[in-house]
């Protein structure tokens, strides 16, 4: 069983930053991934970035050279830092981690809403 905890969403202008947080415990296996996804109205959940326990990372291509996502393993913990921030990033991110203990495991945070607007 892990358990996810998020923080860091809010309001921002465009064109400002914020950085998301998200905080692992449990049963975590050594070899994971650590990721985050968004879902805007009226659309379909999707991959904004993704980052394994070695460090490797993919982002999607809207978001490639204005998010950075990283994490402290020592802490079992995912950032995503989001700068030159754009209305159309108003979603609620949902903060995901993926990886084999005793079976398969991929669990899901609450979601922390983030707003662009001026």
């Known amino acids: 069983q892990v358990q996810l905890v998020e923080s860091g969403g809010g309001l921002v202008q465009p064109g400002g930053s914020l950085t998301l947080s998200c905080a692992a415990s449990?049963?975590?296996?050594?070899?994971?991934?650590m990721g985050w996804y968004r879902q805007a109205p009226g659309k379909q959940r999707e991959l904004v970035a993704v980052?394994?326990?070695?460090?490797?990372?993919n982002y999607a291509d809207s978001v490639k050279g204005r998010f950075t996502i990283s994490r402290d393993n020592a802490k079992n913990t995912a950032y995503l830092q989001m700068n030159s921030l754009k209305p159309e990033g108003t979603a609620v991110y949902y903060c995901?981690?993926?990886?084999?203990?005793?079976?398969?495991?991929?669990?899901w945070g609450q979601g922390t809403q983030v707003t662009v607007s001026s």
């Open positions: 449990g049963s975590i296996a050594s070899i994971n991934t």
């Open positions: 980052i394994t326990s070695s460090g490797r990372t």
């Open positions: 995901n981690t993926k990886g084999m203990s005793r079976t398969f495991y991929d669990y």
